[in-house]
């Protein structure tokens, strides 16, 4: 009674955004529970998933939300953003219209979120080299010239999946304490 410290939960809402089969919902069940679907109906459904995460000794627990394919009608509502303080604004590295739609949603989650939701520009799919249609240098080069983190995933193979996630985790901690 008294002795204990008690640890202070942080709990950090993190939206997934991007075109329909950019693999949001694949990198969060990549991230949260080491999963991957080929087929993507299999990942429908989720709303969002917990994920507790050690960030400077400190147990921080991340909200992830998924779309669960509302982005096919263009019917992500305002209540998907409300309160985030965090995204990762996804499109596929081998194909170039997911990436040209990037604009599309950053404008969305700048309507319906705060200005300073830490954001991280994500190229998913790097194992489809041979398919490859947006160059590292572009995604990097519009990471910059919006202020956004960036980082090149596989879902498929795990690579950088949990440092993208991590990443944003990491920088809303910083700001926030
Ligand atoms: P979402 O609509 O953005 O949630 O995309 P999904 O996660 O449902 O993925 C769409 C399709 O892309 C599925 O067939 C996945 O298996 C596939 N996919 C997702 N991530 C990757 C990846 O990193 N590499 C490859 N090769 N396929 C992926
Ligand atoms: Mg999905």
Redesign the pocket.
Known sequence: NGEEVQSQDYIFKIV?I?????????????FARDE?????????GVEFQTQKMDIDGKEVKAQIW????Q??FRAVTSAYYRGAVGALV?Y?I?SRPTFDSIGRWLNELHTHSDMNVVTILVG?????KDAREVSTAEGQALAEAQGLFFME?????SSN?AAAFETVVKEIYDILS
């Open positions: 997934l991007g075109d329909s089969a950019v693999g949001k919902s694949n990198l969060l069940a990549r991957f679907y080929s087929n993507s109906k299999s990942t429908i998924d779309t669960a394919g982005e096919r996804v596929d081998s998913n799919k790097t194992d489809l995933t596989s879902a498929l193979d999946v």
